[in-house]
């Protein structure tokens, strides 16, 4: 099974970044958990952000914020909407579906009609 974030919104800040001061590196990126197994493929409700610099390349943690880029980020947080959670079931998953219904159909059938049989 195999489990990974896949990037939803990806938001460009103006402010300065605590690393090193530039102000035109600062990136808000939101992701949400995405499932994929055998049988189906899944978008969870799980969401997570990530604030990165790109210009020195360094992922900036709440506790070096600032006041400024926390009244940012909260309000990104508050415009950002996620994608609904789903579930979609892949072929393998409808095949084992249908042989599973089948041989219940049958079972029915042989047990409703074995006098007649």
Not at 87 to 99: G, P, R
Request: aromatic residues 12%.
């Amino acid at each position: 099974m195999l489990e990974k974030f896949i990037t939803i919104k990806e938001v460009s800040l103006n402010n300065n970044c605590p690393e090193c001061y530039n102000n035109e590196g600062l990136y808000l990126t939101f992701k949400q958990k995405f499932i994929e197994s055998r049988f189906y493929k899944s978008i969870t409700k799980e969401t997570k952000h990530i604030l990165q610099c790109k210009t020195c390349e360094t992922t900036i943690y709440p506790v070096s914020w600032t006041e400024d880029i926390e009244r940012v980020v909260d309000y990104h947080q508050r415009a950002f909407i996620p994608k609904k959670a789903s579930l979609k079931l892949n072929k393998k998953a409808w095949i084992l579906i249908s042989i599973a219904l089948a041989i219940l159909i049958t079972g029915i059938i042989l047990i409703l009609f074995k006098d007649k049989l």
